[in-house]
């Protein structure tokens, strides 16, 4: 998983029904230090997240159907918490 | 998941079994402020709407065929939406 910060979030129309009423938001990869790491991407919220939060997000597509209950679903990414801390 | 900007359109008469229909479209990938990341690449298009010019976002890797109506076809990029709005906080 990635620690991220929820850098905004993408409207879309016309998608893929496996989308419809998912919040599709943009992610920042963070370093441990907290400082941007990488290029953005970009995630479905299942947390309720903010734009700023600092989220940890997954990036596979079989935990994402186990959670969301679905045999096939096109979405990789998502936000599965919201970070209180990090401490190194 | 990531946003890519379509270039153009990938026409192939032969393909792999299950791919018949499926609509190809060449795709460079680009961040949140819309710059170019990594190198284009070709994307089946799950939408069927999508042209060139057009912001959408992909899903890579074994989701990407998940998008399709025949599920288990050698993909590995697929459109899955075209973008209206990217709303950027300003950092």
Redesign the interface.
């Known amino acids: 998983m990635k620690l991220c910060r ?11 029904p ?2 419809h009423g998912h919040k ?1 938001m ?1 992610v ?1 990869p963070l370093d441990e230090r907290g400082t941007d790491a990488g ?6 919220d299942l947390v309720q997240a903010g ?2 939060d600092t989220v940890l997000v997954m990036q596979e ?1 079989n935990g ?1 159907r186990q959670i969301l209950k679905a045999e ?6 998502v936000i599965v918490g919201v970070v209180d801390a990090v401490t190194t | 998941m990531y946003l890519g900007r379509v270039l153009g359109t990938v026409v192939a008469s032969r393909k792999a079994e299950g791919l018949g229909g499926v609509p190809f479209l060449f795709v460079q990938p680009v961040d949140a402020k819309l710059v170019a990341v990594g190198e284009p690449q070709v994307a089946a298009d799950a939408t069927r709407t999508a042209g060139p010019a057009d912001l959408v976002y992909l899903v890579g890797a074994r989701e990407a065929s998940m998008a399709l109506d025949e599920t288990f076809v050698p993909v590995d990029a697929a459109i899955v939406g075209i973008v209206d709005q990217v709303n950027r906080e300003s950092p």
């Open positions: 929820v850098a905004g979030n993408v409207v879309a129309t016309v998608k893929h496996g989308f599709l943009i920042q290029a953005t991407f970009l995630a479905v734009p700023g597509g994402v096939k679903l096109p979405i990789r990414s």
